[in-house]
Structures are given as structure tokens and as C-alpha cells.
């Protein structure tokens, strides 16, 4: 079945710089590449996702790419803000949607 | 829309004791999932269905756990007998099926003492 990695587990960064966290996937077959935001004792929340048909997608501050041949792909978070802190977690489906292990973003004032 | 709809929010119980979770996903969506949360295991998939049918219930983490959906706007998730180990967020969510997003729920705070 499909196996996701993320890395960092935790990531820290001052206000205005950029946050970068990554995934890889080991099913071949998945083509859907969900990224949720789950603040402090709230759901997880989706806030971007790609298809296997796109290699990169922008949203604001928020871009997500996708790197098939290599089953990896990343989030990039541009100009963070305090409100930008909570736990990440990348996903990949391929029949069923697979969550990483969560990257908790700390953006300090 | 209401969103996805859990209940309980919260529930405190004894080991030993028999739990019930409930979840309605929202109106439209035929696919339903059941998500466990736990700082150890992060975010792992413990069932999901599609048109009221279990589709994938190799997550299940052992008998005493079983999943119902009788009807496209109701499932329930019990825990029978409860163990201390149980103790995690559980989460419903529900889509509209194939590649599109999933929405969660806001949780089900399950803790067995």
C-alpha cells in the first residue's frame, strides 16, 4: 500500500521567510496530492492540492510542486506570518488518501 | 452547510466500557472516512465507504473495533471492549468521491482511563 514520508517533523522560521516542507510517496499509481493546516485543537483543513497531470500550482503565498518520476512533492509557504503556525501534513491517494506524519511550523514574530 | 457532524465532542470513559462514535458526513458526499489521530501514529485511516458500502477496512486496528454506515447520512465507530490505548482524536470526514477534497469533522476526543 502507499507509504508517505514528510520531512521536517518540525520546522521553524522567522516572519517573512520562506517555509519549505517535503514529501515523498511510494505508489506510483496515486495522482492526488492534498496539503491540510491543523491548528492547535482544531480539523485538519485543506488549503492546497495537485494533480498528477500538473507539476506546480499557486495559490497566494502558499505554491505546492510535484515531481512523478521522483514521487516527491513539496509545500512552499512565501512571506510567513505568526497566523501561518500549526501542523502540516501532506497526503497522496491512490485508492485511499494516505497522511505523512505532520511538519509542526512555528513562524516567530 | 453544517459540514461533517460529530458527536461526542468529548467523552471520558472507563476501560472495559463499550464506545460510540457518531458522525454525519455532509449531504451529497457518498464517501466516508474514519480517521484516528494520536501524537505517536499521526493521522492513519481506519475505514472508509463508499455508497454506504465498506470499501477499505484493513486500518481497523483490531476486533474491537467495527464500523456501521446504514444509511448515506449516518456511520458510527465503535470501540468494544475500550482499552487505555484507544485514547485519541477521532476524526469522520466525507467527500463527494474519486480525487476530490476530503472534509473533516471536528473531532471525537476519546479518552479511556
Known amino acids: 500500500g502507499e507509504n508517505v514520508e514528510q520531512h521536517p517533523s518540525t520546522l521553524s522560521v522567522q516572519e517573512g521567510d520562506s517555509a519549505v516542507i517535503k514529501c515523498t510517496y511510494s505508489?506510483?499509481?496515486?495522482?492526488?496530492f492534498p496539503w491540510y493546516k491543523q491548528e492547535l485543537g482544531k480539523r485538519p483543513q485543506l488549503i492546497i492540492d495537485i494533480r498528477s497531470n500538473v507539476g506546480e500550482k499557486k495559490d497566494q503565498r502558499i505554491a505546492v510542486t510535484l515531481n512523478k518520476t521522483a514521487k516527491h512533492f513539496s509545500l512552499h509557504i512565501t512571506e510567513t506570518q505568526p497566523e501561518d503556525s500549526a501542523v502540516y501534513f501532506c497526503a497522496a491517494e491512490g485508492g485511499k488518501l494516505i497522511f505523512g506524519q505532520g511538519t509542526e511550523l512555528s513562524v516567530k514574530p | 452547510d453544517a459540514g461533517v457532524i460529530q458527536s461526542p465532542r468529548h467523552e471520558v470513559t472507563e476501560m472495559g466500557q463499550e464506545v460510540t462514535l457518531r458522525c454525519k458526513p455532509i449531504?451529497?458526499?457518498?464517501?466516508l472516512f474514519w480517521y484516528r489521530q494520536t501524537m505517536m501514529r499521526g493521522l492513519e485511516l481506519l475505514i472508509y465507504f463508499n455508497n454506504n458500502v465498506p470499501i477499505d477496512d484493513s486500518g481497523m486496528p483490531e476486533d474491537r473495533f467495527s464500523a456501521k454506515m446504514p444509511n448515506a447520512s449516518f456511520s458510527t465507530l465503535k470501540i468494544q471492549p475500550s482499552e487505555p490505548r484507544d485514547s485519541a482524536v477521532y476524526f469522520c470526514?466525507?467527500?463527494?468521491?474519486?480525487?476530490?477534497?476530503?472534509?473533516f469533522g471536528e473531532g471525537s476526543w476519546l479518552t479511556v482511563v
Open positions: 449531504s451529497g458526499h457518498n464517501s
Open positions: 470526514a466525507s467527500s463527494s468521491g474519486g480525487k476530490n477534497t476530503i472534509y
Open positions: 505508489d506510483s499509481a496515486s495522482n492526488y
